[in-house]
């Protein structure tokens, strides 16, 4: 078995669970399919597997509302997103730190929740056996696959999904990481299900698992001069969070064992699942 059919076998259905089969991982168009009839499609070699909610119909509750409206900027931001300096800057610093708070071996498979463009992708990919990158941006994820060489290529499986319905094993992964996303999911109760699904993907401590993730920090001196929650232009939201509400929320999940205010605008907290989560 090949690592991408191996990342393959781990992908489920959003909506069941299910398992799924019907693509060989390696062609550029095909369907996945469930027993029970359920499909998705997948293009340019990435599977969409968002929920029903989120892949058509009405958009009946805040959540799905903020969910596509971020969607939709992504996909329209996608080619300044990586133009921004700042942003370059800011991975520059961010990067170090995060290999520290995630130590990366060649046997560990990844999961990476909110892969966006790509900016540390290859960082991942080049450190691991196999690397599973989500991401809710379509366009964003076509970006991200465009930059890696074939070499890394092969060892990596972008997946259009949604990481509060993350379709994706249980105690599968020895390394889950999402940076720079937390703070964009719109509602409570989905932040709740997105670290309660990170931290089902990860395998157990005594497994050698272990989790990161990174948020907007709340504080000064960002408390000065800016909002804790709003809407970035385009219509993406996000909130900031203290550094002891955010350990709270991920220590429902997962066991904190570290974080850090170095980035300043970010908090970085890891830590390693002791419960199931």
Not at 59 to 67: L, M
Not at 68 to 78: G, I, L, W, Y
Not at 151 to 166: G, H, N, P, T
């Amino acid at each position: 078995m090949t690592i991408r059919e191996e990342l393959l076998s781990l992908l489920i259905c959003p909506e069941t669970g299910a398992a799924l089969s019907g693509w060989d991982g390696v062609s550029a168009q095909g369907t996945l399919k469930t027993d029970d009839g359920r499909s998705y499609p997948v293009t340019d070699g990435i599977p969409n597997l968002l929920p029903d909610a989120l892949r058509g119909g009405p958009a009946d509750d805040t959540e799905v509302a903020e969910k596509r409206s971020e969607m939709e900027a992504r996909d329209a931001q996608v080619k300044s997103y990586d133009q921004m300096l700042g942003l370059k800057l800011f991975t520059y610093y961010e990067v170090p730190l995060t290999l520290k708070a995630l130590p990366l071996e060649s046997s560990h498979l990844m999961l990476e929740g909110g892969c966006g463009t790509g900016r540390m992708t290859r960082t991942f990919a080049e450190r691991v056996r196999g690397l599973l990158c989500v991401d809710f941006s379509r366009e964003s994820l076509r970006v991200a696959k465009a930059k890696l060489p074939t070499a890394l290529a092969e060892k990596v499986l972008f997946i259009q999904a949604d990481l509060s319905r993350l379709p994706a094993r249980s105690e599968v992964f020895d390394r889950v990481g999402s940076f720079g996303v937390y703070e964009h999911i719109p509602t409570p109760e989905a932040r709740a299900g997105a670290l309660k699904h990170l931290a089902r993907a990860c395998k157990m401590g005594e497994q050698g698992g272990r989790l990161a993730l990174s948020a907007y920090r709340w504080g000064p001196p960002i408390s000065w001069m800016s909002q804790q929650e709003g809407h970035h232009p385009g219509g993406i939201y996000f909130i900031r969070f203290t550094q002891a509400e955010l350990k709270a929320q991920c220590g429902s999940h997962f066991t904190v064992q570290g974080a850090t205010e170095a980035l300043l605008y970010y908090h970085l907290i890891w830590g390693q699942k002791q419960h199931h989560g």
